[in-house]
């Protein structure tokens, strides 16, 4: 096992790996930008490093001050988190090259699952459903109408190196494929540096359900079951929750299996997400793969019982998984609602501030995972959300109760949040039946 690790990240997640290193014995070191100098967590770190200011360009994302960071802490490795490095194959290769172990997968297999072409190639050959749609990169028009005319429109133009729900344009027939394409790519080169595109098949009314995995450096993988996040606003998620409700077990299983079946393929090791959308039929069709432990991790945690981001240490630190397949079971119901620093009643405007009032919920099966206490200011500079409340039970019913109950508990203020949306959202029927699809909440808000 390590000696020490440097949290390569802010907020809330950082607060969870700080945990996780404590429960293994692992020294944690935390960096932070002086817009987070006065966040509490930092207290509980056995050392500090200050790597620059607000901004995340000169602070959080900028390489070179985290890698001097963990020279002058002399770690071992680095936890990047979610978001800022964690998905930077160039940062992964800089801590091999630095003799720093980078708590997640190899940069090989990060380049290998992280582009959504490439990820799609080695998806087929694992068996993986993926959407119809070009094998590759497309050339030029005529090829991508080819293409489009193979698999029937509406068609989605994406970004092979796209990301945050960028970069993506639907088109409904071949005029508008036609006009599109070659801003697509220009789009492309201008936001993410790739002018690759590729085209898949559009489905209107999906579920967003996605498959955790765990794999480590001896070849094996396991699946942790799914997530349904189907719950979003502009393709952010807000609540998820597990199981999926309403979806035949057996196709889930093949699919879970399936995602197993990638990441071992890949020769993938740490935590990842194999991302899928399912139609009205339950057919799943492959987005991507995130190759990082996700927001939404502790949902997975409370029905599986496994803590993931100490297994992402353990596996970087060359453990193998403890667990075949078969011992990893499911118990109840859990669901996740992101607490965000926005006001739902006024387009999701952040509603940055210091927290004067912060009482959060407690009591049976309720988790809350968040690094605001009261008096906490929270910084204009990075993402809003404030916190996480998770709550677990017997089943769905139950859940949805204990979590009506949590979010009725739960005082903010002055700042507005996402808790009286959720509070609205605990007692909607179509919600409350489940399986909603993905644009649920923007025609509930219309
Ligand atoms: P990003 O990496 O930018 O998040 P994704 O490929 O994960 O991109 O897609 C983001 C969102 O866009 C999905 O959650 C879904 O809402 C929508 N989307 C992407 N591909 C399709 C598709 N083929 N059909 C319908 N919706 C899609």
């Given at each position: 096992m390590f000696r020490r690790v440097l949290i390569a990240n802010r907020g809330e997640i950082a607060l969870r790996i700080l945990r996780a290193c404590r429960e293994l014995g692992v020294e944690a070191v935390c960096v932070y930008s002086t817009a987070d100098k006065d966040a509490p967590?930092?207290?509980?770190?056995?050392?500090?490093?200050?790597?620059?200011?607000?901004?995340?360009?000169?602070?959080?994302?900028?390489?070179?001050?985290?890698?001097?960071?963990?020279?002058?802490?002399d770690v071992d490795a680095i936890h990047p988190g979610y978001g800022f490095l964690a998905e930077r194959a160039d940062f992964a290769e800089m801590c091999r090259d630095c003799k720093i172990e980078f708590i997640g997968p190899s940069p090989e297999a990060m380049a290998k699952l992280g582009d959504k072409v490439e990820a799609k190639r080695t998806a087929k050959a694992a068996k993986v459903p993926i959407f119809p749609g070009s094998e590759g990169a497309i050339e030029n028009e005529d090829e991508a109408v080819e293409v489009a005319d193979g698999i029937g429109y509406p068609v989605i133009i994406k970004a092979a190196a796209g990301g945050g729900g960028r970069?993506?344009?639907?088109?409904?027939?071949?005029?508008?494929?036609?006009?599109?394409?070659?801003?697509?790519?220009?789009?492309?080169?201008?936001?993410?540096?790739?002018?690759?595109?590729?085209?898949?098949?559009?489905?209107?009314?999906?579920r967003h359900i996605e498959v955790q995995v765990l794999g480590d450096k001896h070849g094996h993988g396991v699946h942790l079951f799914e997530r349904d996040c189907?719950?979003?606003?502009?393709?952010?998620?807000?609540i998820e929750?597990?199981?999926?409700?309403?979806?035949?077990?057996?196709?889930?299983?093949?699919?879970?299996?399936?995602?197993?079946r990638l990441i071992r393929t890949a020769g993938y090791s740490g935590a990842a997400t194999v991302e899928?959308?399912?139609?009205?039929?339950?057919?799943?069709?492959?987005?991507?793969?995130?190759?990082?432990?996700?927001?939404?991790?502790?949902?997975?945690?409370m029905v599986t019982g496994i803590d993931i981001v100490r297994a992402s240490i353990e596996v970087a630190s060359g453990l193998p998984l403890p667990w075949r397949q078969r011992d990893i079971q499911v118990r109840g119901h859990a669901m996740e609602c992101r607490i965000n620093a926005e006001d739902p009643d006024r387009g999701f405007m952040?509603?940055?501030?210091?927290?004067?009032?912060?009482?959060?919920?407690?009591?049976?099966?309720?988790?809350?995972?968040?690094?605001v206490v009261a008096g906490?200011?929270?910084?204009?500079?990075?993402?809003?959300?404030?916190?996480?409340?998770?709550?677990?039970?017997?089943?769905?019913?139950?859940?949805?109760?204990?979590?009506?109950?949590?979010?009725?508990?739960?005082?903010?203020?002055?700042?507005?949040?996402?808790?009286?949306?959720?509070r609205r959202l605990m007692q909607t029927g179509a919600f409350r039946q489940g399986g909603i699809d993905i644009h649920f909440l923007e025609r509930l808000l219309r």
């Open positions: 967590y930092l207290r509980l770190a056995d050392r500090t490093i200050c790597i620059g200011p607000p901004p995340a360009r000169e602070s959080y994302l900028d390489v070179s001050r985290i890698i001097s960071a963990a020279e002058i802490a970069g993506m344009r639907v088109c409904r027939n071949e005029a508008s494929l036609r006009s599109n394409i070659r801003a697509a790519q220009q789009e492309a080169q201008a936001a993410f540096g790739n002018g690759a595109v590729f085209i898949e098949k559009f489905l209107e009314n999906a189907s719950m979003q606003r502009r393709h952010q998620k807000l929750e597990s199981p999926a409700p309403g979806v035949d077990r057996k196709k889930i299983a093949a699919v879970c299996d399936s995602a197993a899928f959308l399912m139609d009205d039929k339950q057919n799943f069709y492959m987005l991507e793969v995130n190759t990082r432990v996700q927001v939404e991790h502790p949902v997975t945690e952040p509603s940055a501030g210091r927290i004067m009032t912060w009482q959060p919920p407690g009591g049976p099966g309720v988790r809350m995972d968040t690094h906490y200011s929270v910084p204009p500079n990075y993402d809003s959300m404030v916190g996480k409340l998770i709550v677990h039970a017997d089943d769905r019913d139950r859940c949805l109760d204990r979590m009506a109950r949590a979010l009725a508990e739960f005082e903010v203020g002055p700042i507005k949040t996402t808790i009286p949306l959720h």
